[in-house]
């Protein structure tokens, strides 16, 4: 099961696998350099910081979806491979694991960013700076609107679980003496850990945070589901349920999603 345009769900389509490719190799350029870009004393440092973790997630999901898409496309059109797609679509419980954790992070990252972390640091507008923290949530959110994968309100667990193992991660950083790659001991000027109270409630109100953008991008599905009835059904059928737009994608087992809540 590839992860096909909202209104074209029969074939692997030319034009998706165009946007697949393209936006797979804009993540996987950009993630290559948020490493390459560092001093050769903070490239060590690199994986501690959330903004990391969230595009690499970006990339993996991206890449996961490109490499199904351009296999599948190679099957359906070549003699004797249709065991390709079999084989390769193995592949989408992890894809969708990732997608899942991916896009709410991303957004929550964004938000974070650009209101309380951009300004802190003192950090400057850089074309780099606007990809890793801008454009990966401007990328998901138009994935979120027009790619065929539906979204349910409990999958907010996913990210949950991403978010308290990284505040887990913060804490053990700190009170292991790490320093960042200022030789600060804040990961980020909103995370001091000799202040517990205050930094546990910003832990908390970031998981809110996270929990309301999923819920928002269960909205935009939804959004897209009934744009999707009114002007791309065929005009001769009455339109489909919601419920059977994405009849078959429920979830990695495509079987296992009895709702649109779990």
Request: aromatic share 18%; proline share 6%.
């Amino acid at each position: 099961m590839y992860i096909p345009w909202q209104y074209d769900k029969s074939t692997a389509n030319i034009k998706y696998c165009i946007y697949r490719v393209s936006t797979c190799i804009l993540f996987f350029v950009a993630w290559i350099f948020t490493y390459l870009k560092e001093p050769a004393a903070g490239k060590p440092r690199w994986p501690i910081y959330l903004t990391n973790w969230g595009f690499t997630l970006c990339m993996l999901q991206s890449f996961l979806n490109s490499i199904m898409i351009v296999v599948t496309l190679i099957a359906e059109r070549s003699a004797g491979k249709s065991q390709w797609k079999e084989k390769i679509l193995k592949l989408y419980p992890t894809y969708w694991v990732i997608n899942v954790m991916a896009t709410p992070v991303a957004f929550t990252i964004s938000i974070i960013y650009w209101t309380l972390i951009f300004g802190a640091e003192g950090a400057s507008f850089t074309p780099m700076n606007f990809i890793v923290h801008g454009l990966n949530s401007i990328i998901m959110l138009l994935d979120v609107c027009i790619v065929s994968y539906p979204v349910k309100v409990f999958h907010f667990i996913y990210p949950l679980f991403l978010a308290f193992y990284y505040t887990i991660f913060t804490v053990s950083f700190y009170y292991a003496g790490g320093t960042t790659k200022t030789g600060s001991r804040y990961i980020y000027p909103i995370l001091k850990w000799d202040q517990p109270g205050q930094t546990m409630g910003v832990c908390a109100g970031v998981m809110v945070l996270m929990i309301i953008l999923h819920i928002v991008t269960f909205l935009v599905y939804k959004l897209r589901i009934k744009i999707h009835n009114r002007f791309f059904l065929p005009k001769i059928d009455p339109p489909l349920p919601e419920k059977d737009q994405n009849a078959g994608q429920h979830a990695y087992a495509n079987k296992a999603m009895a709702n649109e809540y779990v």
